[in-house]
DNA sequence: TATAGTAACTTGCAAAAAGCAAGTCACTTG
DNA sequence: CAAGTGACTTGCTTTTTGCAAGTTACTATA
C-alpha cells in the first residue's frame, strides 16, 4: 500500500529555512526548472530542450511538485488540442536571488559556463 | 569493474552555470553542511547533532565530496587521537549570498522557521 | 477515410543513491 | 584490562533516477 501523500509543506525536517528550502528545491533538477521559466520557456516541449536534457518522467514529476508547492501554475492556453503554459507564481519568482547567486558562483568557479537568463 | 572515478569538475553536463552548480550543491544536504561550517561547526559530531539528524554515511560521503570540490578543507586538529576539523575555504564561503538567499525566502514562506547562522 | 505525425505525458524496469543499523578502529579513561 | 568515545565504514533494504517504450488526443496529409 503507498503511503499517504503528504500534501507541500505538511512535514518540516527542521525549524531551519534552509533545510524547508531544500525540501522543495533541493535536487539536481527543479531549480533547472524554474531557471528556464525565468527565461521565458512555458511548454513541455521547450523544457526538455535545454542542454542538460532532464528525463520526461522527471520533468513531468518536477513540473507537479514544483505546481503543489506552489510554485509554478499551469493554465489551458489553447483547446483542440488542449495545450498547457506553465508559469511561475510570485513565490516562484521570488526564488530569482537564488538562481542569481548561484549563477554568480557558477560564472566564477567554472569558467566558460555563461548564463542565458533573462532578468 | 567500477567505472573510473571522476574528478571534481571534470564532466560538466552543461555550459550553463546554475547547473554546475547544482553538480556540486544539488542535493539535499550539502547546504545544511555548508550552513553548519558557516556557523561555526568543524568537527564530526557536530554536524551530526544538527535538527535534521543526517545519516552517518552521507555525513562522511559529503564532507568527502565537498573536500573533493574544494568547498571544504579537512585538517588535524589535534594528535593522539587525530581529531579533524573540517572548515570552509574561500570558494565554499562565497556560498554564502546563496544560502543568505535560502534563508530569507524560507523565512518568508515557512512561517515559523528562523535562521541560526552566523555572519 | 486511412496513415502518419506530434505534443505531452505515463509506464516498466534496471541502476544509482539514500537511509538505517550494526560494526570497526584508534585511542582514552576508570 | 574492561568499558567508553569519536569518527567513520559496511551491509542491506528502500527510494529515487534515468532510460526506453508505450499511450492519448488530436492534426495534417494522401
Request: aromatic share 10%; proline share 7%; charged share 25%.
Amino acid at each position: 500500500m503507498p503511503r499517504t501523500k503528504a500534501k507541500a509543506g505538511e512535514f518540516k525536517r527542521s525549524p531551519c529555512p534552509v533545510a524547508n528550502t531544500l525540501d522543495v528545491i533541493g535536487d539536481k533538477w527543479s531549480l533547472l526548472v524554474i531557471r528556464d521559466l525565468f527565461a521565458g520557456k512555458t511548454i513541455y516541449s521547450e523544457f526538455q530542450v535545454s542542454p542538460e536534457a532532464i528525463p520526461t518522467n522527471i520533468l513531468a514529476n518536477r513540473l507537479t511538485r514544483l505546481i503543489e508547492h506552489g510554485l509554478v501554475e499551469k493554465s489551458a492556453y489553447q483547446e483542440r488540442p488542449v495545450r498547457y503554459a506553465y508559469t511561475l507564481t510570485q513565490k516562484g519568482r521570488e526564488l530569482g536571488p537564488v538562481l542569481l547567486e548561484m549563477v554568480k558562483w557558477g560564472e566564477k568557479y567554472f569558467p566558460g559556463s555563461k548564463a542565458m537568463m533573462k532578468k
